[in-house]
């Protein structure tokens, strides 16, 4: 079950209790903290942990768990920039928290919990470049325990790159695109969420909206931010050594046809010496690794003479020279922003065609 909690319900300070004025005191009940760098806590993403104290939740489909006693809990964070959206599941229950101003610090789960050891389970939904933020750890009720979260059982490691669509941007939205509000960009019902779900995988999106192979609707290109700890060119390199996937997804070139369409001029020559790059550089740093090449969820993707010729070019010269290159078109596609439902029929091509290909026989 899923409960959305609009901004102004989704955070609730600590010195919110007693709106209902002097005669109702607030009853508080001793709370006592696990901070973020405690060893119970599991990360899984790619964090600036530059400060173990407090690590910054940077990238979409980036996850934090704790198991922890007792029927009270809080999350706390440090605003930094932007907009942020998080998952915040306990057992079964999943609500939406808003991490959005400088004094969004303490966030109290809104669902009454029962007795017992729960699972908790903090998902990014909103992407890199909309925002991020600092965690600083949890508060439990006063003498609960909280243990480390059993090991994921995943079958291997999907790691997805691309654009908006990858994204999952505007995929809850109505019939019109919005930017206002990223609480409707939800990466957990993303294409490669939901094809990682199916695998049982372990999942990592690094995908920037309006970014090209050489131009798009933001500044840095693929090949600068896909090996950043934050989606700009000038910050440091992650530590790729650190996780290594089984399974690379690329999925670009809307951005490069639609900003060049849109402003009348030719499709990037370097489109495919480019993508060439980008891919040899992926291969470099996972020398294994199965990369996929994708194309398509919108117009461009499926309709672009001069994408298609630069893409298919890229896809034959790579595979040409490496034997864990390989290519996928979608049949499926959307003049808006894929919604959850074109997510969905997308993840369900991928899945549909990842069963038929020998290299994954190792990962059933």
Sequence with gaps: MI??????????????????????????????SIPAEDSRFRYEGRFDRSNP??????????????????????LRFEWVEGQNYFDVTIDDTTTVFAVN??????????????????RLTIFKRSEAAAGN???????????AHA?????????????????????????EDGPTDQWEDRSTHNNARSYGALTASAYQADYRNIAVSGMGIVLGYVEPHAGQIWDRVYPVASSPKADLAAWTPDVVFLNFGE???????????PFPARFTENYIALVQAIRAAHPQAHIVILRGGMYGGANSEPLREAWSTAVRRLKAGDPRVYSYVFTHWSRNHPRVSDDRAMADELTAWLEKQTFMAAYK
């Design 3 to 32: 409960r959305f909690l609009p901004l102004a319900a989704a955070v609730c300070l600590a010195t919110c209790a007693s709106a209902a004025g002097a005669s109702a005191p607030a009853v508080v009940s001793p709370m006592q």
């Design 53 to 74: 104290a407090t690590p910054v939740v940077v990238w979409q489909g980036s996850r934090i768990a704790i198991d922890f006693e007792g029927s009270a809990l809080a």
């Design 101 to 118: 101003k400088a004094d969004h610090s303490r966030l109290t789960f809104p669902q009454p919990l029962g007795p017992g050891r729960h």
């Design 133 to 143: 933020a600092r965690f600083l750890g949890i508060e439990i009720a006063l003498g």
């Design 147 to 171: 243990w480390v979260p059993p090991a994921p059982t995943y079958k291997l490691k999907m790691q997805f790159i691309g654009d908006s669509i990858t994204v999952g941007a505007c995929n």
């Design 255 to 265: 951005n490069d046809d639609s900003f060049t369409t849109t402003n009348k001029l």
